[in-house]
């Protein structure tokens, strides 16, 4: 599976991006699909993940009601809404897929995409 991020850019605080996260190769089929941010100067991070039903999980502590994923399963691609992003948001977001949940939340998944850069000026 290849995965290809986009939909980064610039946007003040207060603004909305949507990340789209496209399949190709092969179905995500039962992937896992999450997205992960990386900040400069920083460590990766969670983000949210989706599971091929729809279960959502997010990293509570910095994007507890401000994002949500999502996943089309006919065009093979996981997106992530960003509403009222904060300066704080400001990083390097990359997806992954994994078959096993666990696996994919502790950074280890199986496939990943290039990343796109999101910046929120003050």
């Known amino acids: 599976v290849q995965l290809q991020a986009s939909g980064g850019g610039l946007v003040q605080a207060g603004g909305s991006l949507r990340l789209s996260c496209a399949a190709s190769?092969?179905?995500?089929?039962?992937?896992?699909v999450g997205w992960f941010r990386q900040a400069r100067g920083k460590e990766r991070e969670f983000v949210a993940l989706?599971?091929?039903?729809?279960?959502?999980?997010y990293n509570q502590d910095s994007v507890k009601g401000r994002f949500t994923i999502s996943r089309d399963h006919a065009k093979n691609t996981v997106y992530l809404q960003m509403n009222s992003l904060k300066p704080e948001d400001t990083a390097v977001y990359y997806c992954?897929?994994?078959?096993?949940?666990?696996?994919?939340?502790?950074?280890?998944?199986?496939?990943w995409g290039q990343g796109t850069l999101v910046t929120v000026s003050s």
């Open positions: 992954a897929a994994d078959t096993d949940r666990s696996r994919l939340r502790s950074g280890l998944g199986e496939y």
């Open positions: 190769g092969e179905p995500l089929g039962t992937n896992v």
């Open positions: 989706i599971t091929w039903v729809g279960g959502a999980w």
